[in-house]
């Protein structure tokens, strides 16, 4: 009988992140200040220690993972790759499917694999105080869970429509001793600002941004931490891709397409980021980020710098974006509500080197129960979209007959996303296509550069 889980032993797991800036064809544009001109490592450090700055502007390929944080990992890493067979059987495809399910981690999601590297090297700095935002609350109680394990005072500013979506994340971060509020808050002035002109505000992750690295501004002993879109974030986040390498070859095969669902980047980036110098020796796998239709940010954005929140606090950053005032529908993938995109998943687009498509979100739950009731496990609503861009792939090879292999990342369990299935069940989503007029709109906002 072959064996569906792929393991390795803890002895396995990465020494060293991997940096895709090393083997880029160019190299990243850089990150720009309200002056138009870019921004030296000082000037981050208000708001970060020195170990993450170096890790931000880094060129080098490879930089080593601290003991301590590795020792922390073996709390769930490394995750298990997992044959889909019973998806295969469900689908009838000749397809060969595979998943890394990320939603071992304590927190349920592949989030910690940055938020514990982040805690340590604030510890190591001397910050006592982290703030930070969260959307669906998968980074959110994965840095309270970090905060813990290191003695550090976490805040969380939850965009407002998954505080309310999901009080069960909520309640997993007060357990680990954060404290939680629902963004946008009376107590910063970005929030305020963003109150006196809707005071009926959902909130949109851009906005939480605005208001963490406010708070952590205007305090000595509180640094910022984020969840997605910056280079260090998805440098940490490459022991994913590291580990399923190592694991193809045990299996061995190799993925002929990698899907992950796409928010701000870290999933995607940490999945795919260790198979891109494989397609530049000229190995032929395609990566596929998969986002929603109503926050189509790589697939109906625009490629240009701007500000990764709301209130213009953030550094200039080029990427696909559809403006920093954008404010996304209510869906219930909320991990995956934000306006911009990581700055190197955006110019691996940008160059062709990775692709996006867009799924609606009838579609992604529809696809998640399929994987559900195949497979056993029920995914977290941002997960459901690379499962359906997968399936989608899987039927299409029934249709020609091809035996491709399909990977997908599994980032996080949908434990605490029940309450969306049963509105699904109830016939109570819908699906949302960006406006089109409403996109140009908050595009025409976009900071002057140049």
Request: glycine share 8%; with cysteine; charged share 20%.
């Amino acid at each position: 009988m072959a064996d569906n889980k792929i393991f390795l032993p803890e002895s396995e797991i990465p020494t060293h992140w991997y940096n895709v800036v090393a083997d880029m064809p160019n190299p990243p544009s850089p990150v720009l200040g309200p002056d138009g001109n870019p921004v030296t490592p000082e000037a981050l450090s208000a708001i970060f220690p020195p170990a993450i700055i170096e890790q931000e502007v880094s060129a080098e390929r490879w930089i080593e993972i601290p003991e301590p944080v590795r020792e922390a990992y073996k709390m769930w890493r490394p995750s298990p790759l997992i044959r889909a067979r019973r998806l295969e059987e469900a689908l009838g495809t000749p397809a060969k499917i595979y998943y890394k399910n990320e939603g071992v981690s304590p927190a349920g999601s592949h989030k910690p694999n940055s938020a514990v590297p982040q805690a340590y090297y604030n510890k190591q700095a001397g910050i006592t105080r982290l703030a930070t935002e969260t959307g669906a609350g998968q980074w959110g109680s994965s840095l309270a869970l970090a905060g813990q394990m290191f003695g550090l005072e976490v805040v969380v500013y939850m965009v407002k429509i998954s505080y309310q979506q999901k009080p069960f994340r909520r309640s997993m971060m007060e357990t680990w001793g954060a404290k939680v509020l629902a963004s946008p808050t009376d107590q910063t002035e970005s929030g305020r600002a963003i109150l006196a002109k809707d005071p009926e505000s959902n909130g949109s992750l851009g906005a939480a941004i605005s208001e963490a690295v406010e708070d952590a501004a205007s305090r000595a002993d509180t640094n910022y931490a984020l969840g997605s879109v910056l280079n260090h974030v998805l440098l940490h986040q490459t022991v994913i891709g590291l580990e399923a390498k190592k694991q193809f070859e045990i299996a061995g095969d190799y993925p002929d397409f990698i899907y992950a669902p796409c928010g701000g980047g870290s999933n995607f980036g940490g999945v795919t980021f260790p198979f891109l110098a494989d397609k530049a020796a000229g190995k032929d796998i395609r990566m596929v980020a998969v986002e929603p239709t109503s926050c189509p940010t790589l697939t109906r954005g625009h490629y240009a710098y701007d500000f990764g929140d709301v209130a213009g606090l953030t550094p200039m950053t080029k990427m696909y974006t559809l403006g920093h005032d954008f404010m996304p529908p209510g869906i219930h993938a909320g991990g995956l509500r934000y306006h911009g995109d990581s700055a190197l998943v955006s110019q691996l687009y940008d160059e062709g080197l990775v692709e996006a498509q867009a799924v609606a979100q009838l579609a992604t739950f529809e696809a998640g129960v399929t994987f559900a009731k195949a497979e056993g496990i029920i995914p977290a609503p941002e997960s459901c979209h690379a499962i359906a861009a997968c399936i989608a792939q899987a039927q299409a090879c029934k249709e020609s007959g091809e035996e491709k292999t399909l990977f997908f990342n599994l980032s996080g369990h949908g434990h605490f996303d029940m309450a969306a299935y049963d509105r699904y069940f109830a016939g109570e989503l819908t699906d949302f296509d960006y406006p089109e007029e409403d996109i140009e709109k908050a595009l025409n906002n976009l900071p002057k550069v140049g």
